[in-house]
């Protein structure tokens, strides 16, 4: 078959064609991002996104979105449907609710780190201890609202462990979060607050005056899972699994953080 000249314009020009458009889906493809909405506990802020700019390094296209509050806040909004990935609850009893009700996608919640919980006031107060607290030169104390906030519940069990909660529940302040705890003694709006020992890490205007007692208070764990409504399940797993690494663990322990499995 003899190919006029036109014929072989033609035949160039289409192959340029699918050319270009092969070239144009495999660009599209290589710049397909994808979105990660996570519901992260507040005392986690920080550390997160720092983890989070470690894993875009090598995964470029994933943006995240993160929801920041109480566990016990987040967790109702996703028993509400709100849509989420994965979620990283700064105590177990958040976590134990959503699996109950079928929210959580089976075999992939784990225990990823632990924390503890420190008395905090000004730099210049005269506070000493967990009885000192008692004291009529403390005005007011920062807890995080047991109802939501894992802090807020473990510094009550903690109070009662030491006898103290009943003498000091009229001086206490809610917070809606253990960040918000934190500010109310940076500014002095609160005499001492409850907070976890990264958040006093975090800050210049406050001073650690104990640690609670281990036992008083249940085990302070950060389990993570990935959500069964998660829009994205492969990629949301891929992040948790990066959770454990050698890079993540180091960022969670420069931030004071120990591992759960440590």
Do not use: W
């Not at 078959?1 to 599209?28: D, E, K, P, V």
């Not at 503890?116 to 995080?144: H, M, T």
């Not at 109070?159 to 009229?170: M, N, T």
């Not at 992040?239 to 499995?261: E, N, R, V």
């Amino acid at each position: 078959m003899r190919l006029t000249t036109r014929g072989i314009s033609n035949r160039i020009g289409f192959g340029l064609a699918m050319f270009a458009l092969a070239a144009a889906l495999a660009a599209c493809h290589a710049g397909k991002s994808a979105t990660l909405t996570v519901s992260v506990a507040a005392s986690l802020k920080d550390a997160i996104v720092e983890v989070e700019a470690a894993y875009n390094q090598d995964h470029p296209a994933i943006d995240f979105r993160n929801n920041f509050g109480s566990s016990g806040t987040l967790a109702s909004e996703i028993e509400q449907g709100a849509p989420v990935d994965a979620f990283l609850s700064a105590g177990s009893k958040q976590m134990n609710e959503l699996e109950a009700k079928g929210l959580i996608a089976s075999g992939t919640r784990h225990d990823l780190l632990r924390n503890e919980l420190v008395l905090i006031a000004q730099p210049d107060s005269q506070l000493r201890d967990f009885q000192g607290l008692a004291d009529r030169s403390v005005k007011l104390i920062a807890l995080g609202d047991p109802g939501s906030v894992p802090a807020g519940q473990y510094g009550r069990q903690t109070l009662q462990a030491l006898h103290l909660y009943d003498k000091l529940s009229a001086k206490l302040v809610l917070g809606k979060d253990v960040r918000q705890v934190l500010t109310y003694v940076e500014t002095g709006n609160a005499d001492a607050g409850l907070v976890y020992s990264t958040d006093a890490q975090i800050s210049g205007k406050v001073r650690v005056v104990a640690v609670a007692p281990e036992s008083s208070h249940d085990p302070i764990v950060y389990p993570a899972a990935i959500l069964k409504g998660s829009r994205d399940p492969d990629d949301a797993r891929k992040f948790t699994d990066f959770l454990g690494s050698p890079a993540a663990k180091a960022i969670f322990i420069k931030h004071g953080f120990t591992m759960a499995s440590s």
